[in-house]
């Protein structure tokens, strides 16, 4: 259950509840990685909450912008995305904030 204004959710756990820090995964293209960490800037506080991962540069920018721990994945292409794929498969991670580009690859060429 998340708490209003809070990275909180409660777990149950032999009939206890025990509040942990939800786990956000940061993820960034190049080109997104100021968009991303401006609103890293501004929900600071919420995040202080939140226990942070994120691919190794756009966590490095989000460390040195807002001061906040950010466990480091490896680089996208070096196989942070996937690292990240596999933390949401495994319900390892709650939440994704992902900004990205659009590949030319998903454009709709006229001819």
């Not at 919420?46 to 966590?59: K, M």
């Not at 466990?71 to 996937?82: F, T, Y």
């Amino acid at each position: 259950m998340q708490h209003k204004g809070r990275c909180l959710q409660t777990l149950k756990r032999g009939g206890t509840h025990l509040p942990r820090a939800l786990k956000v995964i940061l993820i960034a293209h190049d080109g997104r990685k100021d968009s991303l960490v401006e609103w890293t800037q501004f929900n600071r506080q919420t995040l202080a909450r939140c226990e942070l991962i994120a691919t190794l540069s756009t966590g490095q920018a989000v460390q040195t912008a807002t001061g906040l721990p950010v466990r480091l994945l490896l680089s996208g292409p070096r196989g942070g995305d996937a690292q990240a794929g596999a933390l949401i498969a495994t319900d390892e991670a709650d939440l994704v904030v992902f900004s990205g580009t659009r590949s030319p690859r998903n454009r709709t060429m006229s001819t």
